[in-house]
């Protein structure tokens, strides 16, 4: 099968939670004749990966000029969420409609609501193609979340854009053949029409570092330090539960690992036991040296990365309950749930403090990642999802007629 994949980052480094989608789903979907459109790597060093060899590239160079123009008339004039008309560029639109004209697909990927401006130019370059919506994250979703965690005059904005991310989502899951989705509650925030939606995870990565936790009692916090959600919940743990754990436990260090870290988390490098390490190649010997892994994310969407991280390196983990909604059922039952800072206290000495009540979370994680989010099984779920959008009757075809 031909397949166009359409995204918004080049997937080489992968780094970000999208980068590592899109790699998984190029890997997976390895048997066919793959062309990825999207922007141009910021160097020569980042497009390599052996991995992706099969993997034909479009790329395009977006200048800041025409990033500002597809803003103002997409999101502006237009009514498009903002995190659309950021993409929306004539260089983007140029380099699908060359794709499309070199080697017309069998189906098309459109990658987050990013891209939804591609399915226009599907319908009417090559109408019937099937189109497969890989959502990622409900961004609707993710906003109105969101939403709270802003300032007075910011916080209407964002919820607009939540409002105008749900609207165009919906649009194109109900013109799509089959929408994707990490977990069940953001298929069911894209408004799926009933059997075109599937839940598939993004799978949790193995580490080639076996277990050997410190002396000193560790608690991990992993990922992208960059992500809003992520940065909110370290400001609060660090302000909320940090203290109050290290006065009970004086020997205690909360290590922060991870790509792009904010200011604020930088911030906490003051903080006593605190360590950040930036933009680390390998989060194996973080993990194998850690006692806990921490998730306190209370916004966002999505799969959290970094408890699939964790359960697959056999570390327990510690969630709020928000962050454990983006696992399926048998997930949720096998992390220790967190809401408010006494909660957070609580479970925290609890664990540090029994070893067997740590090793029996770790095995129930483990279990669920095998269960559910290996590789392979999220692999063949890719693998089952094109078959079926790439077999369907393409949704705008029919829209057109």
């Known amino acids: 099968m031909r397949i166009l994949l359409v995204t918004t980052r080049f997937p080489l480094p992968a780094w970000r939670g999208q980068q590592v989608r899109t790699v998984e789903w190029l890997k997976a979907l390895g048997d066919h004749r793959l062309v990825c459109v999207c922007p141009r790597p910021e160097t020569a060093e980042s497009a390599q990966g052996p991995d992706l060899d099969q993997v034909r590239f479009v790329t395009y160079k977006d200048s800041k000029l025409g990033r500002a123009g597809a803003t103002l008339t997409g999101s502006g004039f237009g009514f498009l969420p903002l995190q659309e008309g950021l993409y929306a560029t004539r260089a983007a639109k140029a380099a699908v409609l060359n794709a499309i004209r070199t080697e017309p697909p069998d189906l098309v990927i459109i990658q987050m609501v990013r891209c939804a401006w591609a399915a226009e130019l599907i319908e009417r370059e090559a109408p019937g193609t099937p189109i497969l919506f890989d959502a990622i994250d409900a961004m609707g979703l993710h906003f109105s979340r969101a939403a709270g965690t802003f300032n007075a005059v910011l916080r209407p904005f964002v919820r607009l854009e939540a409002s105008r991310c749900r609207r165009r989502e919906r649009q194109l899951a109900s013109r799509a053949a089959l929408t994707a989705a990490v977990a069940e509650r953001d298929v069911e925030a894209l408004g799926v ?100 892994a921490i998730a306190p994310m209370a916004s966002g969407s999505g799969v959290p990365m970094k408890v699939l991280e964790a359960w697959a390196a056999g570390l327990p983990v510690v969630a709020h309950p928000w962050t454990a909604a983006g696992l399926d059922c048998a997930g949720q039952r096998a992390i220790r749930q967190a809401e408010d800072a006494d909660q957070w206290v609580s479970a925290l000495i609890e664990l540090l403090a029994d070893r067997d009540d740590r090793e029996t979370l770790a095995a129930l994680g483990r279990e669920a990642w095998d269960r559910s989010y290996r590789p392979e099984r999220v692999a063949e779920q890719i693998r089952e999802a094109v078959e079926v959008a790439g077999g369907a009757v393409g949704r705008l075809g029919k829209a057109k007629a």
Not at 266 to 275: F, I, N
């Open 193 to 292: 029409p009933e059997g075109r939606g599937r839940a598939i995870p993004v799978s949790g990565k193995r580490t080639g570092s076996a277990r050997n936790p410190a002396s000193a009692p560790t608690v991990l916090l992993s990922g992208n330090l960059g992500y809003r959600p992520t940065v909110e919940a370290a400001r609060w743990f660090g302000a909320e539960v940090w203290p109050v754990l290290r006065s009970a436990v004086p020997d205690a260090r909360w290590v922060l690992a991870g790509a792009r870290p904010a200011g604020a988390i930088r911030a906490l490098a003051g903080v006593p036991g605190v360590e950040i390490h930036e933009d680390v190649p390998d989060l194996g010997p973080f993990l194998a040296r850690s006692w806990l």
